[in-house]
Every structure is written in structure tokens, then in C-alpha cells.
């Protein structure tokens, strides 16, 4: 059985920066694009952007442009999530996701059908 599985999360001052990790089982993640989303007490789950096989990447929310980027260590079978100058409305559950698919389906969490099982993120001081 596929299994993702995030890690990195954590309590970071507003302004810092953290790596967050997808590593799967079962499955080679260079073949696929993976997303990723977050989603924030009472609200619903957001997709904040995705990288492709190809590893172009597509974002989701106009909030973190210029601040997160994705990329891939296909050594270690992992993609990461790299947040910087974070903020405290960027605290939430990231996951990461898949399709199972080359290219990055739209930004609804419909669109994908494997999860994560989540990792926290806090911003603040």
C-alpha cells in the first residue's frame, strides 16, 4: 500500500522559514506531481501550490508567491515544501497529496485522491 508522509512542522517565528517533507512508500514520486494543501482551524482546506513530474511548479494561493517553493531529492524518494518569511496566517495542517498523475490537476482538494497524514505548522512569536 502507497503511503505519503509529511514531516518538518513545527513553532516558527513570523519571518522564518521551514522545510517540510513528502516521503513516500510503495511509490516513486518523481513519476507524479504532488501538492500541496493546508488547511486552518474552522476553514476549509486550501491548495497552496504543486509541483509536477517535470517539476514545474503551479501555484494554488497568491498569498505565498515569492515564499514557498517546491522541489524534489528523488535519492531519498522525497519532495519538499520550503516556506519562507513565513507569516502567522500561514499557520496549519500542510499535507501533501497526489493524483497519481505527471501533471498538476486543479487547486481543489477533490482533485486528489492520496494523503498525507498532515503536519503542523505554527507562526508565532
Known amino acids: 500500500q502507497v503511503q505519503l508522509v509529511e514531516s518538518g512542522g513545527g513553532l516558527v517565528q513570523p519571518g522564518g522559514s521551514l522545510r517540510l517533507s513528502c516521503a513516500a512508500s510503495g511509490a516513486r514520486l518523481n513519476y507524479y506531481a504532488i501538492g500541496w494543501f493546508r488547511q486552518a482551524p474552522g476553514k476549509e482546506r486550501e491548495g497552496v501550490l504543486c509541483?509536477?513530474?517535470?517539476?514545474?511548479?503551479?501555484v494554488y494561493t497568491d498569498s505565498v508567491k515569492g515564499r514557498f517553493t517546491s522541489s524534489r531529492d528523488n535519492a531519498k524518494n522525497t519532495v519538499y515544501l520550503q516556506m519562507n518569511s513565513l507569516k502567522p496566517e500561514d499557520t496549519a495542517v500542510y499535507y501533501c497529496?497526489?493524483?497519481?498523475?505527471?501533471?498538476?490537476?486543479?487547486?481543489?482538494?477533490?482533485?486528489?485522491?492520496?494523503w498525507g497524514q498532515g503536519t503542523q505548522v505554527t507562526v508565532s512569536s
Open positions: 497529496a497526489t493524483r497519481w498523475i505527471s501533471y498538476c490537476p486543479g487547486p481543489k482538494s477533490g482533485n486528489y485522491d492520496s
Open positions: 509541483i509536477s513530474s517535470r517539476d514545474d511548479t503551479t
